[in-house]
């Protein structure tokens, strides 16, 4: 009930409006979220650089309203792959094509989409495509294959896949067909039980189901690794701070064989950085999805969401005010 309240205020125009005007939330919120300027997010990889932990940038923005707003949003993300190119970090990007023009117009959408990938193709650079909420499943992988018949390679574009999804195993089964490298998430938006699971222990069960379809399919095609300078990343890319998830993905991989280099943990910037610092020393690949901008407020409701203690540490901080 109460996830399901902080997805809902996550969306909502007036609690936006109302919390972002509280001055102590973005001290609260900065926690997870590396500043608003492509700087200042920079700095940040280049921290997780100095431990051996290489990362992903997302310039936070969704739903735009206008073709004129995507079209600035696509100009910001280019922007932030000619910044990674010039200051030589090991990263590559996110994007949300709402961010972009879906919703809009498909055409609007898949030029700009077309425009940041041929960028990332030209700097040997990653985009990963994240899946939002089911109104926009279908369109998103359909905008996939659209790029991957225009010739950009899997090499510079994957995807996500949320283990809360019934058809998540379908739709990743058949993307690893044509070699599409994923980030496994559990899932982060409200959704129908006619769409998804309602029980988080039938969720945790699908994640660990698609970790091995994942790691059996790297295996399958020649444990591709990470590359030499971090910016692509190998097929399966597991991302979760659970701690039983992490074992889980640790054993089946040790089972069946697959080389460290072979797979990767991400995790959040912000959120358990132990666990992201050990897994590191032990060798593990590790990515962390570093977000940032002015538009944090969707993501930081998610973020408080998904676990109780970030709630806390939120509600903790308001009675200090």
Same mark, same amino acid.
């Given at each position: 009930m109460l996830r399901s309240f902080l997805i809902?205020?996550?969306?909502?125009? +007036? *609690?936006?409006? !109302?919390?972002? =005007? +509280?001055? /102590? @939330? +973005?001290?609260?919120?900065?926690r997870f979220i590396a500043g608003e300027s492509t700087a200042e997010a920079i700095g940040v990889v280049r921290q997780l650089n100095e431990k051996g932990i290489n990362a992903t940038l997302d310039h936070l923005g969704e739903h735009t309203s206008t073709a004129e707003e995507a079209a600035q949003s696509t100009e910001e993300i280019l922007a932030i792959l000619d910044a990674i190119e010039e200051a030589g970090v090991r990263a590559g990007i996110s994007i949300k094509l709402t961010q972009i023009g879906m919703g809009l117009d498909s055409t609007i959408c898949r030029e700009n989409l077309r425009r940041i990938l041929e960028r990332a193709k030209e700097y040997k650079n990653f985009v990963r495509i994240d899946i939002e909420d089911t109104p926009y499943t279908d369109m998103t992988i359909a905008a996939y294959y659209e790029m991957l018949e225009a010739g950009i390679s899997p090499k510079n574009v994957g995807m996500a896949v949320q283990s809360y999804l019934y058809r998540a195993e379908a739709d990743t089964r058949k993307m690893l067909e044509d070699g599409t490298r994923f980030r496994l998430i559990k899932g982060a938006y409200k959704e129908p039980p006619d769409k998804a699971y309602p029980k988080k222990a039938d969720?945790?069960?699908?994640?660990?189901?698609?970790?091995? #379809?994942?790691?059996?399919?790297?295996?399958?095609?020649? =444990?591709?690794?990470?590359?030499?300078?971090?910016?692509?990343?190998? #097929?399966? @890319? #597991? *991302?979760?701070?659970?701690?039983?998830?992490?074992?889980?993905?640790?054993?089946?991989?040790?089972?069946?064989?697959? *080389?460290?280099?072979? /797979?990767?943990?991400?995790?959040?910037?912000? #959120?358990?950085?132990?666990?992201?610092?050990?897994?590191?020393?032990?060798?593990?690949?590790?990515?962390?999805?570093?977000? /940032?901008?002015?538009? +944090?407020?969707?993501?930081? !409701?998610?973020?408080? @969401?998904?676990?109780? *203690?970030?709630?806390?540490?939120?509600m903790s901080n308001f009675f200090k005010r």
């Open positions: 809902y205020l996550s969306q909502a125009g +007036w *609690a936006q409006r !109302m919390v972002t =005007s +509280w001055s /102590f @939330a +973005w001290n609260v919120a900065s969720v945790d069960a699908n994640f660990d189901l698609l970790t091995k #379809i994942l790691m059996d399919a790297a295996l399958e095609q020649g =444990s591709p690794k990470v590359s030499k300078d971090g910016r692509i990343p190998p #097929i399966p @890319a #597991i *991302a979760t701070q659970d701690d039983k998830r992490v074992e889980f993905a640790k054993q089946y991989a040790q089972k069946i064989e697959l *080389a460290k280099e072979a /797979f990767e943990f991400q995790m959040l910037h912000g #959120i358990r950085r132990d666990l992201q610092e050990q897994l590191s020393a032990e060798g593990y690949q590790v990515r962390i999805y570093v977000p /940032f901008g002015s538009q +944090w407020y969707p993501y930081f !409701m998610r973020r408080l @969401a998904e676990r109780p *203690a970030n709630l806390w540490f939120f």
